[in-house]
């Protein structure tokens, strides 16, 4: 039987306690008293000491008088100078979607290749584009790079180009995921098939890249993914419909959050939400169009992909080493409207 305990209380008392019964009249044993109350408590259990989440994800490293580094894949970089921490002496990175002479993806490679990234490039149907490419990363930056076909859309293509530049490299420190595909139609105008083109290209193959890069990088204790996406992510494009792109980047960025916290343990994942840049993606609409999009840019003009190259060396170098699922936006100003 549990014990049983007798106060006399008055009759604030009764609320926030557990049990209580109130006697009337009060049993013999007590001394008559109008607010006389017995009131039957559980025993109260020793309060269990607060114990720290232990992350099963983290390798626990053993901490040092000089660093407080607590895992292998998202240690405080040894090195402290800026022209260091963005160094990408001995990286290799990998750029999906690096075939045009003005696009984020070949920018992104010529930022890499600058801070001395080996590369690997790729393309999916501008062979001659991702050769000229290649040619002139080797030539300019003196480093060594590699074109490779991939349609992203294709799991087993994805595998084989983490498998194939493995091969030709050694290792994969970073991987920017860029391929993508625009819509030029919305739900009800487009096709089914228009529908699962442009998610499969910009959501699903994302999504792809990461499946078969993630396992060297666990293996290897780090890496950086970066993902780009687009402020069609964050709002929706107007006047021109394209709802299935819209929803793609939005998935992307998303993706990129969901993916820095299941690879917190020894990667970072973070993406980049260009606005309307000057890479011929968009050449296809009309003018008027393209003049209302400037009308309603702050800064009031295009962007050109060379402005966002620093972005992507910053999220792939040490630079960012404590930055994870986040998204830069990079749009003249664009959402912030
Ligand atoms: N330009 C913009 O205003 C803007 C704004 C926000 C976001 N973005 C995003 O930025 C990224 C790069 O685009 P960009 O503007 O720089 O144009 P881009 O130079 O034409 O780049 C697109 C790249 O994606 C590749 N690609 C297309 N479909 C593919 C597939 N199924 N598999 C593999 N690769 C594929 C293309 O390869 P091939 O040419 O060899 O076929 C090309 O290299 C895209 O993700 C795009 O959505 C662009």
């Known amino acids: 039987m549990r014990p049983v305990r007798i106060y006399k209380a008055t009759k604030q008392h009764l609320l926030p306690l557990p049990t ?26 020793p309060q269990a000491k607060p114990t720290l989440y232990k992350n099963p994800k983290h390798q626990t490293a053993t901490m040092s008088s000089t660093s407080t580094t607590t895992t292998k894949g998202n240690s405080i970089p040894s090195a402290s100078k800026l022209s260091d921490l963005f160094s990408l002496k001995g990286r290799v990175v990998v750029i999906t979607g690096a075939s045009g002479p003005r696009g984020m993806g070949i920018e992104a490679a010529r930022g890499c290749a600058e801070m001395g990234a080996s590369v ?4 999916a149907s501008r062979a001659e584009g991702a050769l000229k490419n290649v040619a002139e990363l080797e030539k300019e930056y003196g480093v060594k790079a590699k074109a490779y076909k ?6 087993g293509d994805c595998e084989k180009l983490v498998k194939d530049v493995l091969a030709d490299f050694g290792q994969i420190d970073a991987f920017i995921a860029n391929a993508g595909a625009t819509a030029n139609s919305g739900v009800l105008d487009g096709s089914k098939e228009e529908w ?9 193959g994302t999504a792809y890249c990461a499946k078969a890069v993630g396992p060297h990088f666990k293996e290897r204790g780090r890496g950086s993914f970066v993902i780009t996406s687009s402020m069609s992510g964050h709002i929706a494009n107007y006047p021109q419909e394209q709802t299935s792109y819209n929803v793609a980047k ?6 990129a959050r969901s993916l820095a916290n299941e690879w917190r343990g020894f990667a970072r994942v973070n993406s980049i939400s260009p606005g309307y840049i000057d890479t011929g993606l968009s ?22 992909a060379k402005e ?14 404590y930055t994870t699922g986040a998204d830069i936006v990079i749009d003249g100003g664009y959402t912030c409207r």
């Not at 690997?120 to 393309?123: G, L, N, P, R």
């Not at 939005?250 to 993706?255: E, S, Y």
């Not at 169009?289 to 295009?302: E, V, Y």
């Open 196 to 204: 699962d083109r442009v998610i499969a290209t910009d959501l699903n």
């Open 20 to 45: 209580c019964i109130i006697t009337s009249p009060p049993p013999l044993f007590l001394k008559p008293h109008p607010t006389t109350i017995i009131f039957t408590r559980p025993q109260q259990q």
């Open 120 to 123: 690997a490039i790729t393309y």
């Open 283 to 304: 050449d296809f609409v009309d003018q008027e169009t393209q003049d209302l999009w400037k009308s309603m840019i702050p800064l009031g003009r295009n962007g050109d």
């Open 308 to 321: 966002l190259k620093g972005a992507y060396v910053y999220l792939v170098s040490d630079a960012s080493s």
């Open 250 to 255: 939005a998935g992307c960025i998303h993706m």
């Open 150 to 155: 991939l349609n992203v859309a294709d799991y």
